[in-house]
Nanobody, 125 residues
Framework: QVQLVESGGGLVQAGGSLRLSCAAS????????MGWFRQAPGKEREFVAA???????DYADSVKGRFTISRDNAKNMVYLQMNSLKPEDTATYYC???????????????????WGQGTQVTVSS
């Protein structure tokens, strides 16, 4: 089992930055695909970014060029640096882990086996 705990959310003005952190415990996540998703009120949970065990990354079109996902395997941590934030980025952000060699989609909620409890990000205009 892998436990994930997100932190770093908060209230920020449009154009500002936040760095989200995801601390993993229970197992080393170095060989896991790690993802960030978000869910706004009344909307479905959507893919934001993912990073593979070897550092390959992908992003939703809505955040490309503004968000950066990274990982520190030695610390069992994953990060999401969010710059140039917009009001439409307001959501609860979730960290997720996909078991090694699972082969599931990076972009679907169902592709991940473990989830954190989420951290709220609010961007004011």
């Amino acid at each position: 089992q892998v436990q994930l705990v997100e932190s770093g959310g908060g209230l920020v003005q449009a154009g500002g930055s936040l760095r989200l952190s995801c601390a993993a415990s229970g197992r080393m996540i170095s060989s896991y695909v790690m993802g960030w998703f978000r869910q706004a009120p009344g909307k479905e949970r959507e893919f934001v970014a993912a990073i593979s065990w070897n550092g390959s990354t992908d992003y939703a079109d809505s955040v490309k060029g503004r968000f950066t996902i990274s990982r520190d395997n030695a610390k069992n941590m994953v990060y999401l640096q969010m710059n140039s934030l917009k009001p439409e980025d307001t959501a609860t952000y979730y960290c997720a882990a996909q078991r090694p060699k699972d082969g599931s989609s990076w972009y679907q909620v169902t592709g991940y086996n473990y989830w954190g409890q989420g951290t709220q990000v609010t961007v004011s205009s």
